[in-house]
């Protein structure tokens, strides 16, 4: 059925732009002794990402509300698509190097940040409530699936051709993919010329009922940022990215040079965290949908990201305890599936509250997350010199916690002001 396979291409769009970000923290050795950087250093090229990803949320998130999904992310593709290919001409004499590098890495986090919020759009219009828990599961573990392939891909281009070849087959892969995606794509059900009646009447009857009656309504920044319920999830999702982050940042390095893996081991290694986000992302959804239906919206929703990011805690913490470097890495691992086990709960509640502000609204949402992943870009290592790596895993445990509290909170029966009444 058709929006099922427009869900799983933006489960390859996903993938994909997990590949040119992870990319770097693989080749990050290699880039980092021709360019003399130093892991401190290197944090920040590594948060100058996070932050045009973070900053551009919003925006992007309403760039796809106004122009759809379809246009946004075609472009969203090609751009980042221009910046993985231009990080590989700059060359190690040029001026202000540590600049550059991370110029060309902020602006790749420009183009990346409209991948989810206006994946939120697709699944805000194509995709009836009762079916987005497994919907956005599905988006998530392309995030999984992108960043566990990535290791050892750009570890064995590396090693026969180089980083910089590495970087141009990210580019490439990218590009192809958005190419698919604009033949494939169409912003609503009712434009697409493949889809069945059918399939359009089933969307139709599963969609918010005040959907069509609102979507005249421009949603202001204001109205966000004043619903409650979204800004403790945007806290929530936070301390999520802080402690996703780790993973695809410093996880790599962490085992190779605290855990004493050679770039090989560490290759394979580091792909456990992200295997298990791909199998609990789509897990989790399954499991929220089929709780939603039996128990109602908040066990379905809100209960599962408690659950899912207090085990993280439990997971990330117990991992720093843990001596034998294999056992520790699987530890780890297991607190970034439970971590995904909630992804699909923020982005749910999050198109359920937003209604035709969807895009906005998980865009936020996103920027919070993306905040949180900035901070531990550069704050890990800073924690890492000063009190040891354990620290700074306990500090994103710590944060998971805290994220679980928080949902506590949230009303995903909640609307936007002006929504609830049409």
């Given amino acids: 059925m058709m929006r099922w396979l427009m869900i799983f291409?933006?489960?390859?769009?996903?993938?994909?732009?997990?590949?040119?970000?992870?990319?770097?923290?693989?080749a990050a050795r290699s880039i980092a002794t021709e360019f003399h950087?130093?892991?401190?250093?290197?944090?920040?090229?590594?948060?100058?990402?996070?932050?045009g990803y973070a900053l551009f949320q919003a925006p992007a998130g309403m760039l796809a509300d106004r122009i759809g999904p379809r246009r946004a992310l075609t472009l969203g593709v090609v751009w980042w698509g221009v910046f993985t290919a231009l990080l590989t001409v700059i060359s190690p004499s040029v001026t202000a190097l540590l600049a550059v590098v991370m110029g060309m890495r902020f602006l790749l986090g420009v183009g990346e940040a409209v991948v989810y919020p206006a994946s939120n759009c697709v699944v805000a219009s194509w995709v009836p409530s009762a079916e987005r828990g497994i919907a956005n599961g599905f988006i998530f573990a392309g995030v999984g699936c992108g960043a566990g392939v990535t290791p050892p891909l750009i570890a064995y281009v590396m090693s026969h051709h180089g980083w910089r070849a590495a970087f141009w087959v990210s580019a490439g892969i990218g590009l192809a993919v958005g190419a698919v995606w604009w033949v494939i794509a169409r912003d609503k059900p009712e434009q697409h010329p493949w889809i069945s009646v059918e399939e359009r009447e089933i969307i139709a009857q599963g969609l918010p009922r005040d959907s069509e009656k609102t979507k005249a309504r421009p949603t202001s920044w204001s109205i966000i940022f004043r619903n409650r319920d979204i800004m403790a999830v945007t806290l929530s999702y936070f301390a999520y990215g802080y402690a996703a982050y780790i993973f695809f940042s410093w996880f790599f390095i962490y085992l190779s040079e605290v855990r004493?893996?050679?770039?090989?081991?560490?290759?394979?290694?580091?792909?456990?965290?992200?295997?298990?986000?791909?199998?609990?992302?789509?897990?989790?959804?399954?499991?929220?949908?089929?709780?939603?239906?039996?128990?109602g919206k908040w066990p379905g929703r809100c209960g599962v990201a408690i659950a899912g990011m207090g085990l993280a805690a439990l997971f990330i913490g117990m991992g720093t305890l843990v001596e034998n470097a294999q056992l520790a890495s699987i530890v780890l691992a297991g607190g970034a599936g439970a971590?995904?086990?909630?992804q699909s709960s923020f982005w749910s509640v999050s198109a359920d509250i937003g209604g035709v502000a969807a895009g906005s609204?998980?865009?936020?949402?996103?920027?919070?997350?993306?905040f949180g992943a900035a901070l531990t870009a550069s704050l890990t290592?800073?924690?890492?010199?000063?009190?040891g790596w354990n620290a700074s895993f306990l500090v994103a445990a710590a944060l998971c916690g805290c994220g679980a509290v928080l949902w506590m909170t949230v009303n995903p029966e909640s609307k936007l002001k002006g929504q609830d009444s049409a």
């Fill in 339 to 342: 971590l995904y086990l909630s």
């Fill in 260 to 295: 004493g893996f050679n770039l090989r081991q560490g290759s394979y290694y580091t792909m456990l965290p992200f295997l298990a986000m791909a199998v609990a992302s789509p897990l989790g959804g399954w499991i929220s949908d089929r709780v939603m239906k039996r128990r």
């Fill in 37 to 51: 950087i130093d892991n401190v250093h290197l944090g920040w090229i590594f948060s100058s990402f996070v932050l």
């Fill in 361 to 370: 609204v998980s865009g936020v949402m996103n920027m919070g997350g993306q």
């Fill in 381 to 387: 290592p800073a924690i890492a010199n000063h009190f």
């Fill in 9 to 26: 291409w933006i489960f390859v769009i996903s993938a994909t732009a997990y590949l040119d970000r992870v990319n770097i923290s693989i």
